[in-house]
């Protein structure tokens, strides 16, 4: 299975976005998102390395509040 990510573009060299979520940095290649304009403090889904799509803030914000809530799930089912 395959999850991808939201992150925030911090900055952007040619193909390469620098990207952060909850800590986390990340580069990110854009090369999938060709002909879209992306820019700095747009949200992308991360896959493998790769920017598949921008989502707004809002969805990068309720995507992150739902991962959170499965591992509370997962670490209850767990105990």
């Known amino acids: 299975m395959c999850l991808t990510v939201p992150m925030r573009v911090v900055s952007i060299a040619g193909p390469i976005a620098s990207c952060e979520a909850r800590g986390s940095h ?9 002909g879209q304009d992306v820019a700095v403090g747009d949200h992308v889904l ?3 390395g790769y920017a598949t799509q921008t989502v707004t803030a809002a969805d990068a914000r309720l995507t992150w ?3 959170d809530e499965i591992a509370a799930a ?6």
């Open 74 to 79: 997962l670490d209850l089912a767990g105990a």
């Open 46 to 48: 991360v896959l493998a």
């Open 26 to 34: 990340r580069d990110v290649r854009l090369d999938l998102l060709a």
């Open 65 to 67: 509040d739902l991962l």
